[in-house]
């Protein structure tokens, strides 16, 4: 990626831009080798879908619950096999 073609990228992207300024490290990658902001974007744009991304979110909650509920059924055959003791 060219000096000139990152600017245009920046310019379009001003939340992309916000984030590079988030960390100095990053600023500096982009300004010794422009190519880096390519990859840069790549990964603020994931970055970006994953908060979103509400299908997967549901699927962790659902298997979050069908292990509490299955852990919950293992607590309470522990609990009558007390009482019968």
């Known amino acids: 990626m060219k000096r000139k073609e990152v600017k245009r990228l920046l310019k379009d992207h001003?939340?992309?831009e916000a984030w590079l300024k988030e960390d100095q490290a990053r600023v500096?990658?982009?300004r010794s080798n422009p190519s880096a902001a390519e990859e840069l974007?790549?990964?603020w744009n994931d970055r970006k879908k994953g908060k979103l991304d509400f299908d997967t979110i549901s699927q962790k909650t659902k298997r979050a619950s069908e292990m509490l509920n299955g852990v919950q059924?293992?607590?309470d055959m522990m609990a009558d096999y007390t009482?019968?003791?």
């Open 28 to 30: 500096e990658s982009v």
């Open 73 to 75: 059924s293992i607590m």
């Open 83 to 85: 009482k019968k003791l």
């Open 14 to 16: 001003p939340e992309f």
């Open 41 to 43: 974007f790549k990964k």
